[in-house]
């Protein structure tokens, strides 16, 4: 009688805890089969959970080996996000590099065409006599901005020294001078100074000019291959089940109306980039340090108006030689001595004229709007490697007024567990997903070196200092490489070893669990009820 009376009791139950038949798959079937999976290994109505690895074991149409598929799947696809988000930044880098290296090089050759034109017409016949220095100049100038290996100080000085020989000898016609003489003829134009002060202020332009350019052109190459490779970096295990779960458990376990809740998605996301964030303060001090060196190319004085100023200033250079040769030519005598006469001279070379355009000392509208497009760049993607959580987010995550409808990893409630900090470090209490702080990655901590290594180089190329940035990745091959000071070198000490377990509690309200796991335990009272009257039975006899 008390047997009959409990299977009475428990039937009388069963509709308090709900309707015990399983939901059909078919919704998920065709989710699953546009994701490119075959649709015959999904159930036809819902399985309970326990053997599922990464989604929370309530009934569920996804099987072990589905889930193993969409884990798969989540690795691939975030990795492509990443590398996506990286690869549209580069391409707006390559932008501005592109435009950048156009208009300088444009300015070179504008430069150098003006010079001739205006030399053959101001200086006529001298002018085929020093064509070729002025070719070797622009060369020099083009391949040190090429990044080639040209020490550009001593190419202007060489510059200076073989526009001197030609021009010495074109104009003593009435002279037979050898390479001797020349070479005594040398040594005096430092003191005698035969192009007046023009070469000094000349290479000082110059020289801030050009390592400028080339300086912020080499910012964006490096910048553009420390986002490449970090971009590239392999995902965790750990972070890989974290957007799975994140991204799929909904549609495993029949909530997929429910986008992640937004904290919850920027702790995954935190987690999952915590190394790359760690790129931030020397990604910023390197934006911010191109940006100093744009902001050379426009003052004191403008790029495109040096460079286009040299044809103007070379003839003044030249003019002064030629107003004042009879002094020169006497304190060169006096010191090397009487050249031979010539047995055949030529004619007297005329002085010539400064037919070259004077430029503004100011930016040109095409530099103006280029540097502007440069610098509003550099500010834009300082902050890119904190930002990127909330970026990919943000085509995923729920709205604001979502908050109690979204999927907290658990079920569809609000998500309590407050945001992490960014970096590494920050992540020791992420509840999301499970990281080691002591072992960072090393292709970040590489490219975090390599930056601090450029940003040292830019900075000394700022003043007009030549800076070799062609062996900047031997750099960071090993210790002891000598390339930096030592209070700027990281020493990298150990780290404390702190107490990495997850937390074990957290304040999600009761509700929460009973959601997740209400539809496994619904028939629980009706199991408890058999098993206490099999063991009554059992006792009565």
Same mark, same amino acid.
């Given at each position: 009688m008390g047997f009959l009376l409990l299977l009475v009791l428990c039937a009388l139950t069963g509709p308090v805890f709900g309707d015990s038949k399983p939901k059909i798959c078919t919704e998920l079937r065709q989710f699953y089969s546009s994701k490119g999976?075959?649709?015959?290994?999904?159930?036809?109505?819902?399985?309970?959970?326990?053997?599922?690895?990464?989604?929370?074991?309530?009934?569920?149409?996804?099987?072990?080996?589905?889930?193993?598929?969409?884990?798969?799947?989540?690795?691939?696809?975030?990795?492509?996000?990443?590398?996506?988000?990286?690869?549209?930044?580069?391409?707006?880098?390559?932008?501005?590099?592109?435009?950048?290296?156009?208009?300088?090089?444009?300015?070179?050759?504008?430069?150098?065409?003006?010079?001739?034109?205006?030399?053959?017409?101001?200086?006529?016949?001298?002018?085929?006599?020093?064509?070729?220095?002025?070719?070797?100049?622009?060369?020099?100038?083009?391949?040190?901005?090429?990044?080639?290996?040209?020490?550009?100080?001593?190419?202007?000085?060489?510059?200076?020294?073989?526009?001197?020989?030609?021009?010495?000898?074109?104009?003593?016609?009435?002279?037979?001078?050898?390479?001797?003489?020349?070479?005594?003829?040398?040594?005096?134009?430092?003191?005698?100074?035969?192009?007046?002060?023009?070469?000094?202020?000349?290479?000082?332009?110059?020289?801030?000019?050009?390592?400028? $350019?080339?300086?912020? =052109?080499?910012?964006?190459?490096?910048?553009?291959?420390?986002?490449? #490779? !970090?971009? &590239?970096?392999?995902? /965790?295990?750990?972070?890989?089940?974290?957007?799975?779960?994140?991204?799929?458990?909904?549609?495993?376990?029949g909530v997929a109306f429910a986008k992640p809740c937004s904290n919850y998605c920027k702790n995954v996301m935190k987690g999952c980039l915590a190394n790359q964030a760690d790129l931030d303060s020397e990604w910023r001090n390197?934006?911010?340090?191109?940006?100093?060196?744009?902001?050379?190319?426009?003052?004191?004085?403008?790029?495109?108006?040096?460079?286009?100023?040299?044809?103007?200033?070379? $003839?003044?250079?030249? =003019?002064?030689?030629?107003?004042?040769?009879?002094?020169?030519?006497? #304190? !060169?005598? &006096?010191?090397?001595? /009487?050249?031979?006469?010539?047995?055949?001279?030529?004619?007297?070379?005329?002085?010539?004229?400064?037919?070259a355009e004077e430029v503004s000392s100011t930016p040109g509208f095409q530099l103006e709007k280029l540097l502007s497009d440069m610098s509003r760049m550099l500010r834009d993607v300082m902050q890119y490697w904190i930002l990127l959580p909330s970026k990919l987010c943000a085509d995923r995550e729920s709205g604001p007024s979502e908050v109690d409808t979204c999927w907290n990893g658990i079920s569809v409630n609000r998500y309590l567990p407050e945001v992490m900090g960014d970096g590494l470090a920050n992540q020791i209490n992420n509840p999301e997903v499970e990281i080691d702080i002591t072992k960072p990655d090393m292709t970040v901590r590489q490219q975090i070196m390599q930056l601090k290594i450029v940003i040292n180089r830019l900075k000394y190329a700022i003043n007009g200092n030549d800076v070799d940035f062609q062996d900047a990745s031997d750099d960071i091959s090993g210790s002891g490489s000598g390339m930096c000071p030592e209070d700027q070198c990281p020493h990298n000490p150990r780290l404390a070893a702190p107490n990495t377990d997850r937390p074990k509690v957290y304040a999600y309200p009761s509700e929460n669990k009973k959601v997740a796991n209400g539809r496994s335990s619904q028939n629980l009272p009706c199991i408890s009820l058999y098993l206490l009257s099999l063991v009554t039975v059992l006792l009565r006899r």
């Open positions: 999976f075959s649709p015959n290994g999904v159930p036809a109505t819902e399985l309970s959970g326990e053997h599922l690895r990464v989604c929370p074991q309530s009934y569920t149409c996804c099987t072990t080996g589905m889930e193993e598929n969409l884990l798969n799947l989540s690795r691939r696809e975030f990795e492509t996000q990443v590398k996506e988000s990286g690869r549209t930044l580069q391409a707006s880098i390559s932008g501005q590099y592109k435009s950048f290296d156009d208009y300088f090089l444009q300015l070179l050759n504008r430069s150098e065409a003006s010079l001739q034109s205006s030399f053959q017409t101001g200086f006529g016949p001298l002018f085929s006599q020093v064509a070729k220095v002025f070719q070797d100049l622009y060369s020099d100038l083009r391949r040190y901005y090429r990044g080639t290996k040209v020490n550009l100080e001593e190419a202007l000085n060489e510059f200076w020294a073989h526009l001197l020989e030609r021009l010495f000898k074109a104009l003593n016609p009435q002279y037979s001078i050898g390479e001797e003489y020349l070479e005594c003829v040398a040594k005096q134009s430092e003191t005698l100074k035969p192009f007046g002060d023009t070469p000094k202020e000349l290479k000082i332009k110059v020289m801030r000019t050009v390592i400028a $350019a080339r300086t912020f =052109l080499q910012g964006l190459v490096i910048s553009g291959e420390a986002l490449r #490779k !970090v971009s &590239q970096v392999s995902l /965790s295990t750990e972070c890989v089940r974290s957007v799975m779960k994140m991204t799929y458990c909904p549609h495993c376990n390197l934006a911010d340090t191109m940006l100093q060196v744009v902001d050379k190319m426009s003052r004191p004085y403008s790029a495109d108006s040096v460079i286009l100023s040299l044809p103007k200033r070379v $003839a003044e250079a030249i =003019l002064y030689m030629q107003d004042n040769l009879n002094t020169f030519n006497n #304190k !060169v005598f &006096q010191a090397c001595g /009487s050249p031979v006469l010539s047995s055949t001279p030529e004619d007297q070379i005329k002085r010539g004229r400064n037919a």
